[in-house]
């Protein structure tokens, strides 16, 4: 492969980061790359959106934690540099003339996500990764010319790495496998945010045990037990964070508001600013996806809040000030009964399109580890000595047991009046009784909160 190099800074920058203490520049094409205008727009859209509402310190964005992967990756690059160096080609030892492209894409393993990204990408089927690609080779783009000043071939390189089709899998797998610099990442950062400790794990001790082999990276032996630390942790992450029933909720809404905003739209019945309107009519180009950030998307619902139709402008109250839909698990057995609690809600004033949903754990943007089976994805390997590798969940009862466990659950969610009682009797006191009688004879769970 061609051996990319940047001009060295005549000083290296350093970052302050919670996280990992420093975050170091010493390359000029990284600085670059951090000062494009494409980049800065990271800035403006928080990593995990609308559980915000749900954890009040969650308001960090895609800008920290794409620096805080390029900053793990350098630091994997430099153990590889200094304990796994090649010494022959297909030695399955590590290139350092690999670095340079792996930090790049690192850095810019995320430079494509939008507002609300999971969200917005279901409704107006738009990719992250694609539309990264595209930010990384489109020349008119600040990212690609900082890029082109390493090579005219590098910025096809570093989203070769991203699209996951460049030839070196341990390149490849330093920013996107089951136990990643991304991950790593974003599991501490979440952790730190949200103010859990359940994504807190020993990743000194991992960086300690990480080594690269011929077909990708993977743990001695001796790391074993932290990266059986580092799998609990994503474990518990899931259930108390990400899949969290509010934040859930609060998903529900914001999709079902972006949803009847395409709708009024399109009647010719909605007042916009900025270039929003270009994605409700379906039209949208990459310089109008640029200029889209968690600012424009709130200035437009604020503006909807007064809007004149009625469903738009309650969704985008109920999201903005956090009024999250209530919620009972179903199951297979009880899915039956969705059809009647919806004739209910549709009695009470509520269309059932925009106020129900049903919505499962297993659709959220976050994968368990799960090495075999259906569904399966990539695997964490441990080298033992005599140089075989071996599945984690192999050697480790722990993971073993988390391996095909349900994760997270599927959740009916309607409007929170429906299970008010009311001390004062009201006209749709009966029918709030029936639904009511149907969440608990059908044996739906309803988990309500403590009283404050």
């Known amino acids: 492969m061609p051996k990319f190099q940047s ?11 919670p996280v990992h203490d420093y975050i170091h520049i010493e390359d000029q094409v990284i600085l670059d790359v951090l000062q494009a205008k494409e980049f800065q727009r990271m800035r403006r859209i928080k990593q995990l959106g609308p559980l915000a509402y749900v954890f009040p310190g969650a308001t960090h964005t895609r800008f920290e934690h794409n620096l805080g992967v390029y900053e793990l990756t350098r630091k994997i690059c430099n153990i590889f540099a200094v304990k796994f160096p090649s010494q022959h080609r297909g030695d399955g030892l590590w290139d350092d003339n690999n670095r340079l492209l792996v930090e790049c894409a690192g850095l810019l393993h995320d430079i494509g996500h939008g507002p609300y990204s999971h969200t917005f990408e279901h409704l107006f089927d738009t990719n992250h990764e694609k539309i990264g690609q595209r930010i990384i ?5 600040e990212v690609n010319q900082a890029l082109r000043q390493v090579s005219p071939i590098f910025p096809e390189q570093v989203a070769s790495v991203i699209a996951k089709t460049y030839p070196n899998q341990q390149v490849i797998k330093m920013i996107s496998s089951q136990a990643d610099a991304d991950r790593m990442d974003y ?9 859990v400790t359940y994504g807190e794990f020993d990743l000194s001790r991992i960086l300690q045990e990480i080594r690269p082999y011929k077909n990708g990276i993977c743990f001695t032996m001796a790391g074993m037990h932290a990266v059986e630390d580092y799998v609990v942790s994503r474990y518990q992450m899931y259930q108390q964070v990400y899949f969290h029933r509010v934040g859930r909720s609060m998903e529900v809404i914001l999709k079902h508001l972006l949803e009847r905003a395409k709708t009024v739209y399109q009647q010719g019945a909605l007042q916009v600013t900025l270039n929003l309107g270009k994605f409700l009519a379906g039209n949208w180009t990459l310089d109008d996806y640029l200029k889209l950030d968690d600012g424009v998307m709130e200035s437009n619902f604020l503006l909807w809040t007064e809007s004149s139709d009625p469903i738009l402008a309650d969704l985008t109250s109920c999201y903005l000030f956090r009024k999250p839909l209530e919620s009972v698990c179903i199951d297979e057995e009880t899915k039956n009964l969705l059809p009647k609690l919806k004739d209910l809600i549709k ?4 269309d059932p399109q925009y106020y129900t949903d049903t919505n ?10 799960k090495p075999s089976g259906k569904n399966a994805n990539s695997q964490i390997e441990l ?4 140089g075989q590798l071996i599945e984690l969940s192999q050697l480790s009862p722990l993971v073993r047991a988390l391996n095909g466990t349900i994760q997270g659950d599927e959740r009916f969610f309607f409007p929170k009046i429906m299970m008010s009682k009311n001390e004062e009797p009201q006209i749709f006191d009966p029918l709030y009784q029936q639904f009511q009688r149907y969440i608990k004879n059908g044996k739906l769970r309803y988990l309500r909160r403590p009283k404050k």
């Open 7 to 17: 001009k060295k800074l005549t000083k290296e920058v350093v970052l302050r980061d």
């Open 347 to 350: 009695q009470a004033g509520f």
């Open 187 to 195: 599991l501490k950062r979440d952790a730190y945010f949200t103010g």
């Open 360 to 369: 499962s754990a297993f659709d959220e943007p976050y994968d368990a580890y």
């Open 383 to 386: 080298m033992q000595t005599d």
């Open 137 to 141: 080779t489109d020349p008119h783009t």
